[in-house]
């Protein structure tokens, strides 16, 4: 039985892993109807790896993650579509306990599973869940469908969502026509689009949740959830997306994240001072303040000015130590699926 699947694996220079990717898919317990890679203008052989596995596969110039992702979505011949990042890995029972939540709950347009983190060393996080989203995702009431399978009341998911996103791309599917009904992914953002995109879909929309580990989020130096400052700077991205747009989402939505701005912004002049850029860390420091003053934002400002060595770098770090834990005490926000 083939279930009515898209895969769409969106892949820019992904040579060292699209392999494993696709045959993890294709080792599913239930096979998928179909598999799209998405060629994103990759220089090495990406494209040749996929049309070797027998793949649908779509080139097209390099035009960024969220813009690749719709193409897929666009492309799909299925009704559902299940995302997959191509250095992922799927355990064999991923579809197969998904879609049999979903048949359960004939109203529910997506579904998420936990998931944990490995890199070239091992295994980071057994359950990214449990272990890293533990404190905010408790606070979710589900009803259980039997097998670890629940579904997620939208409200208290959407609260969650505030403070930390507990969807791993690769492990999301949603109906083809509600991502498309919802615009898709919005190709201005450069990262982050991935959270913006879940906080959209759960306003309106209930899903269904599996307590179980179904993919594997692997960490490597290219991930750019490995670029903290720009990761930082995504949150501020999607932070001013949703002020402009709060229609868009749920009501209390826009209010949190304005509240917050001058926070993001903090976070990605501390973010710059710790990666040793400190004229980026000035420009963002300046923008928190122009939000708002606060204590970290005004200490933190006159250590971008200080040596990169000597008893200057030692002066910036006791700074930047003492100023961080103040700024980020309360503050247990992630934009990505993986806590930075």
Known sequence: MLVPISVVIPAFNASAYLKATIMSIRAQSIPVAEIIVINDGSTDNTGAIAKEAGVV??????????ATRNRGIHAA??????????????????IERQWRSLQLVPEAAFSFSDFSQFNDRGIINRSV???????HFRGVARSPLGNEAF?????????AMLKQNPFCPSSLMVRRDTAVYLGGYDSSLLAGEDYDFVLRLTRD?????????????RRHPTAMTSNIPRMREA?????LRITRHSKEYSPDTSEYFRR????????????HIRYGDQAAARIWLQKSLNEKITFSAV??????FLVERGFGRYLRDAIVQLSGREAFKSAGHSNSAVSL
Request: hydrophobic fraction near 45%; include cysteine; proline fraction near 6%.
């Open 129 to 135: 869940i449990h272990e890293v989203h533990q404190r």
């Open 151 to 159: 579904l997620c009341d939208s409200v208290t998911l959407g609260t």
């Open 205 to 217: 929309h209930v899903g269904t949740y599996i307590d179980v580990p179904l993919v594997r989020y």
């Open 260 to 271: 917050r701005m001058s926070l993001y912004l903090l976070k990605c002049g501390f973010a």
């Open 299 to 304: 200490a933190l400002y006159p250590v971008t």
């Open 235 to 239: 949150m501020v991205d999607v932070a």
């Open 57 to 66: 596969v779509i080139d097209q110039e390099n035009a960024g993650l969220p």
């Open 77 to 94: 011949s299925q009704p559902w579509i299940a995302l997959a990042d191509a250095d992922d890995l799927w355990e064999p029972d991923k």
